[in-house]
């Protein structure tokens, strides 16, 4: 079965910092990983995705993420953190196998102080 | 991207009743999923529901309890039966664009559900 970790219950990081959000996963086979955001009462939006090729992806909002096989992780950074990145972050996975629903992370809440 | 919307956005129900939840699509799909977000809580796949097909659960989810109608291409609706207070939780829609292998899914804006 695969899982999806995220270790932080919540990140703080002072504007104008690089942030990073981490995720570990584990899937049979090759991942197909994903990052969402959730603003308050609103549903998730996509952030971006890893499916094969270079292990640094760019994905909407100035965030990317980083692809580590050896470590399976799927970090998510931004070089500079705006007060408006303040949500909640939910990685994601699916596999290379014919199910195509999402499961997801337990969620990072990032808080970014002005 | 496909756009999704969510009737009703929230609703308080009684102990015992049912609420139908709908799900609307601006483009044809025909992957779509209901997920369930209880309080603090990740999301939790509640059932695949592919147009053509019936809905597949996973498990913890019965059809007795989540009935899901897939009657066409643009449309699903999503029932909470016999609802009690720990079916509390924002129950999301999403799709998957047709036309591709590894297309990320779409989410509608939730339905947020207190049972008291």
């Known amino acids: 079965a695969q899982s ?10 002072a504007e104008g910092n690089p942030l990073t959000v981490k995720c570990t996963y584990s899937v049979s ?18 952030l971006l995705k890893y499916i094969t090729g270079d292990n640094l ?7 990317e993420a980083e692809f580590n096989k050896s470590q399976t992780s799927f970090h998510l950074k931004k070089p500079s953190a705006l007060v408006s990145d303040s949500a909640l972050y939910f990685c994601a996975v699916r596999d ?3 199910r195509r629903a999402l499961t997801f992370g337990s969620g990072t809440r990032l808080q970014v102080q002005p | 991207s496909a756009v999704i919307s969510q009737k009703p956005s929230r609703d308080i129900c009684q102990r015992g009743t049912s609420l139908t939840i709908q799900c609307q699509v601006d483009s044809q799909v025909t992957m779509m999923f209901w997920y369930r977000q209880q309080p603090g809580q990740s999301l939790t796949l509640i059932a695949t529901a592919n147009q053509g097909s019936e809905a597949t659960y996973e498990s913890g989810f019965v059809i007795d309890k ?13 029932t909470v039966s016999n609802m009690s207070p720990e079916d509390s939780s924002i129950y999301l829609c ?11 899914q779409f989410f509608g804006p939730g339905t947020r559900l207190t049972v008291l």
């Open chain 1, 96 to 98: 290379y196998t014919g």
């Open chain 1, 29 to 46: 086979g090759n991942p197909y990983l994903f990052w969402y955001v959730q603003y308050p009462n609103r549903g998730l939006q996509f």
């Open chain 2, 66 to 78: 989540f009935p899901i109608s897939r009657p066409n291409l643009t449309f699903s609706t999503l």
């Open chain 1, 4 to 13: 999806v970790a995220q270790p932080e219950d919540q990140v703080n990081v």
């Open chain 1, 57 to 63: 992806v760019k994905g909407s909002y100035g965030f």
């Open chain 2, 94 to 104: 999403s799709v998957e664009e047709d036309g591709g292998l590894w297309n990320e």
